[in-house]
């Protein structure tokens, strides 16, 4: 590793799929920049890919913006992010309160526009972008009116981002799995029945794992895809 190896920014790195990514793009010849809230398991992360993470709330658009400046400053370059950052609120509209709905909101979809604007302010000579939506932002999924809507969000925001930033060389895209085991899902995936539910929504017969998700993340971050967006 050396000082012409990319840098990518990760926020919610000690997640299931973002600690996945951090371990894929270390192996990959990448440096990394771990964030996340979870202060332990962030501090673990650090300390097995040798990196300083940073600590902060990624619905604090000026600490993700912080992020992407420190990156910067402290590699000399900031080759991409990769919001990882989510919640799973399974409520129909009528149970899902108004402090549940704007915490949906604030960590699905708030995160994913302050990364948007951090990675416009700070990656001048361009770069790539990840979010993360959802499969079920698409397909109608009972119980999931406000994750749907937070991630269909993602969605509009990563196409008109591509469109507006496409002439500063920035490239954003969003990957929209269906359900992947993590810690995030541990309790549908726990439950044989649910678990098997959402099996049979998938086409390939299983559930998704975390570095599936990872890898295509890991795919899109590299500017080998410089002509996806």
Same mark, same amino acid.
């Given at each position: ?13 000690? *997640?299931? $799929? ?5 371990? &894929?793009?270390?192996? *990959?010849?990448?440096?990394?920049? %771990?964030? @996340? ?15 300083? %993470? $940073? ?13 992407? &400046? ?43 526009? *302050? ?10 000579? *361009? ?10 932002? &698409? ?7 406000? $994750? ?7 969605? @509009? ?13 920035? &490239?954003?895209?969003?990957?929209? %799995?269906?359900?992947?085991?993590? %810690? ?43 002509? $996806?967006?």
């Amino acid at each position: 590793m050396n000082d012409n190896s990319p840098v990518f920014l990760i926020l919610g790195a000690s *997640g299931g $799929i973002g600690s996945v990514l951090a371990h &894929r793009l270390v192996r *990959g010849g990448a440096r990394v920049v %771990p964030a @996340g809230r979870a202060s332990d398991r962030l501090s673990a992360l650090g300390a097995d890919l040798a990196a300083e %993470p $940073i600590e902060l709330d990624a619905r604090d658009t000026a600490a993700v913006e912080a992020a992407a &400046r420190n990156a910067l400053e402290r590699h000399g370059r900031l080759d991409g992010i990769a919001n990882c950052v989510g919640s799973l609120l399974l409520k129909p509209a009528h149970l899902t309160t108004d402090a549940e709905w704007s915490e949906t909101l604030a960590l699905n979809l708030g995160s994913a526009f *302050g990364t948007v604007r951090a990675a416009a302010k700070t990656m001048k000579s *361009g770069g790539s972008v990840v979010l993360v939506s959802s499969a079920a932002a &698409r397909l109608g999924l009972a119980m999931h009116e406000a $994750i749907a809507a937070a991630k269909a969000g993602v969605i @509009g925001l990563t196409l008109s981002s591509a469109a507006t930033y496409a002439a500063q060389g920035l &490239r954003f895209n969003a990957v929209a %799995p269906g359900l992947v085991r993590s %810690p995030l899902t541990a309790k549908i995936t726990a439950s044989e029945t649910a678990a098997a539910a959402s099996t049979a929504l998938h086409a390939l017969g299983r559930l998704g794992e975390p570095d599936d998700v990872a890898a295509m993340i890991a795919w899109l971050l590299d500017p080998a895809q410089s002509w $996806i967006t």
